[in-house]
């Protein structure tokens, strides 16, 4: 059916509004190259992100509501090529109204070329394309990784494409022993996987607390790393280096002296392929974090075993104070005053005490991802008091190596740290990737790399991890300055962030995330949470699995440790191939529903031909 006069001039004013839209997106995207490259010799995608951040910055809901009308809505999924996209519209417009196409050539990405570059760098991070699906999965690995081969070889078949190592734990020897299990693993599967370390940055974490004692008699575990808290049908649990664990044999013993100062031994009863170690005290021992172990024959100075005691706790509840301190003696809960007073607030230190010299009165804090929130109340010598406003109706427990976020603090520390820099000695020699944690500005990313460059490793893959509201604010600058410097990829970290930005803007965020560097063809990470029930308890959760559907659309998808965390990587693994038929990046897919065949194949069969 031919158009009426009506029609015509609305697509006519169509056309008008996209050309007029398409010159300014050109003119300020050249002014976004020449601020950040200085030049127009940019990369293909350096010029699409510009255009979409040039396009993006406009509200264009009325202009699309108008194409969508015309059934051309095509500008709802430009991301990865801006300008072709701007011109294939202006161009059926053109021939709707039987016009000359006067497009402006300035497509730097076409169709298929923004897919082909995303397609390589998610290559160049991750490695090949799994042969099922699209996105990667990466898996954070345990303590129990560096001395269980087996159980590396049961996530690279369960669909493990990236082992993820966490320095802020363990040692550069667990590391390597992680890598080798690792790489021997995929060697013998004739399965790539890389490797990504992540570096701790600053400690933003709560500091020790004073331990009760543990009585230990007859039998107890010993266990690489934490241990898990212990459960009443449960012997008690002590950690200890993985490598310590894993040269012990059934017969040594280990010396002690007891908090009383007696000399006692464990004897080992038992070792297994898990890691695991029986242990009996004949004797009943008292002991505490500070209690010293002998081990047999190593040449190593005696070591504290790590406690999983509940007494390593305090509950707070909503209306006490907290003195989060400078000092880094363990902390206490609230103390009376000897002296009849008003009782000493409960104190835990700083894992990084400079982070209090930039908080000021008002703001706000919160702790273990939200469980515990607070106020600042007051800054001194001592440390920052806080008074807690959000507890629960039972209150929280508050334990030592918990997160501590300050979303309305701005609070300026060096990207790495120290052990940062050791660290990268390390990971220059023999990692794939390395995560930069807190990334907030374009300074650090540049910080990472120039350190990278000095250890031989300027072209390692960084991933900037995006957990501040601070960084989410910069990740366009980042991307710009960094795009056409070095490779680069970026985790959305759910958990933090959430905490950061609120939960009400956590979905719209992750969202924005994803279409930026989509548009930047720089491959995402969905990190945090991702079915951790399953991981942890080896329970299936419905929302879980709702947000593992929605991964489908980033690169590559990150799971915690846990127990059962073999299985969480297989499920995975299937709902991300099933997803596949079903959707890529926004893009719906279209693939044949199931629910439809039912009623197609009985009315039109011939129509299915």
């Not at 108008?66 to 059934?71: G, H, K, S, V, Y």
């Not at 009943?284 to 070591?303: C, M």
């Not at 991890?465 to 680069?488: F, S, W, Y």
């Not at 439809?596 to 031909?609: D, E, F, M, N, Q």
Request: hydrophobic share 45%; proline share 6%; aromatic share 4%.
């Amino acid at each position: 059916m031919a158009a009426n006069p009506l029609d015509i001039l609305a697509l006519a004013r169509l056309r008008t509004e996209l050309t007029e839209l398409q010159s300014a997106v050109i003119t300020e995207a050249e002014q976004i190259v020449a601020h950040y490259r200085g030049s127009s010799d940019a990369s293909s995608s350096l010029w699409n992100f510009a255009h979409y951040l040039a396009l993006r910055s406009r509200d264009l809901r009325p202009l699309q509501e108008r194409l969508a009308r015309a059934a051309l809505s095509s500008l709802g999924r430009c991301e990865a090529h801006v300008m072709a996209t701007l011109e294939q519209l202006v161009a059926i417009l053109a021939l709707a109204l039987d016009l000359p196409d006067a497009t402006v050539a300035a497509a730097p990405v076409d169709f298929d070329a923004g897919e082909r570059l995303l397609g390589a760098n998610r290559a160049l991070l991750f490695g090949p394309l799994p042969t099922a699906r699209t996105p990667h999965i990466m898996v954070t690995l345990p303590t129990e990784a560096a001395t269980d081969r087996a159980l590396v070889e049961d996530l690279l078949r369960s669909g493990m494409d990236c082992g993820r190592i966490n320095c802020a734990h363990d040692t550069p020897t667990e590391w390597q022993a992680m890598i080798a299990n690792v790489r021997a693993a995929a060697a013998a599967h004739a399965k790539p996987c890389r490797i990504l370390m992540d570096l701790a940055g600053p400690k933003l974490r709560t500091g020790a607390l004073a331990t009760g004692t543990i009585t230990l008699s007859k039998t107890l575990r010993l266990v690489a790393g934490h241990p898990p808290r212990s459960r009443d049908d449960e012997s008690i649990a002590l950690g200890f280096p993985a490598t310590m664990i894993a040269a012990l044999r059934c017969g040594d013993r280990i010396h002690f002296t007891d908090r009383r100062g007696l000399q006692r031994v464990l004897d080992i009863t038992k070792d297994d392929d898990t890691g695991l170690r029986t242990a009996h005290c004949a004797k009943r021992a008292i002991i505490d974090g500070a209690t010293e172990f002998q081990f047999p024959d190593t040449g190593t100075p005696p070591l504290c075993a790590i406690l999983a005691d509940d007494s390593a706790a305090f509950r707070l509840y909503a209306g006490d104070l907290l003195m989060l301190t400078r000092d880094q003696t363990p902390g206490r809960p609230a103390q009376p005053d000897p002296a009849g007073g008003p009782p000493r607030p409960a104190a835990i230190p700083c894992g990084e005490p400079a982070a209090l010299d930039y908080l000021h009165p008002g703001e706000e804090i919160w702790i273990d991802d939200g469980k515990l929130g607070g106020v600042i109340d007051r800054i001194d010598a001592e440390g920052a008091l806080i008074a807690i406003t959000h507890a629960g109706p039972k209150g929280r427990k508050l334990r030592a190596d918990k997160g501590l976020n300050f979303p309305t603090s701005r609070i300026e520390l060096p990207a790495l740290t120290a052990k940062d820099y050791r660290d990268l000695d390390f990971i220059a020699q023999h990692a794939d990737l390395v995560g930069l944690s807190f990334a907030q500005s374009l300074a650090d990313l540049k910080t990472l790399s120039d350190a990278l460059a000095v250890r031989g490793a300027g072209t390692l893959p960084m991933i900037a991890k995006i957990e501040t509201a601070r960084g989410v604010e910069n990740l366009p600058e980042m991307l710009l300055g960094t795009l056409d410097h070095h490779p680069l990829g970026v985790m959305i970290a759910r958990g933090d962030l959430m905490v950061e930005i609120g939960g009400e803007r956590m979905a719209e965020l992750q969202e924005e995330i994803l279409w930026l560097c989509e548009a930047a063809h720089v491959p995402v990470i969905w990190a945090t949470q991702v079915l951790e029930t399953l991981a942890k308890k080896g329970i299936l959760s419905r929302p879980e699995i709702t947000d593992a559907a929605a991964s489908a659309r980033a690169d590559c998808v990150m799971l915690n440790k846990g127990p059962h965390v073999a299985r969480a990587v297989a499920l995975l693994a299937d709902v991300l191939h099933r997803m596949e038929g079903h959707q890529h990046k926004k893009n719906p897919q279209l693939r044949a529903l199931s629910l439809t065949s039912r009623i197609t194949s009985r009315v039109a069969p011939t129509a299915l031909g």
